[in-house]
């Protein structure tokens, strides 16, 4: 049993630092659309295994409109773990702001990609 839960803690801290590299380079590509964006993993009903963004410029109610939401784009893009983010309060965006994060996140992927390709 010793061993077992060895091997679980660093797992869980290898995941955690895995997912908070994945949540700090999103912060990361969207913070020129949404300057206050934040990210946790886990949260009040969600568990180690889901990274939520927030902003309280963007969240519900900060805005009369709700032509975006984050749950909706970051799937799109990153199908491989698209079951893996939330936004507990929502993020919403005008049209505009909705292009221009989905072109960052776009970015994003493509510089990842080029990355990994190179090692």
């Known amino acids: 049993m010793k061993g077992l839960i060895k091997k679980y803690n660093r797992q869980l ?7 908070s590299n994945i ?3 999103i912060c990361q590509a969207l913070m020129p659309i ?17 990274i939520c963004f927030w902003s309280e410029m963007h969240g519900a109610g900060a805005h009369s409109y709700t032509h975006w939401d984050l749950d909706c784009t970051l799937p799109e893009v990153f ?9 507990p309060v929502g993020l919403y ?27």
């Open 34 to 50: 949404i300057p206050d964006i934040r990210y946790s993993l886990g949260g009040h009903e969600s568990g180690v295994d889901k």
């Open 93 to 119: 965006l005008s049209k505009d702001e909705a292009q221009k994060a989905r072109e960052a996140l776009l970015q994003l992927k493509h510089k990842i990609i080029s990355e990994e390709v190179k090692k």
């Open 23 to 25: 949540g700090e380079l």
């Open 79 to 87: 199908p491989e773990i698209k079951n893996n983010f939330e936004t």
């Open 13 to 19: 801290s290898e995941f955690k630092e895995t997912a």
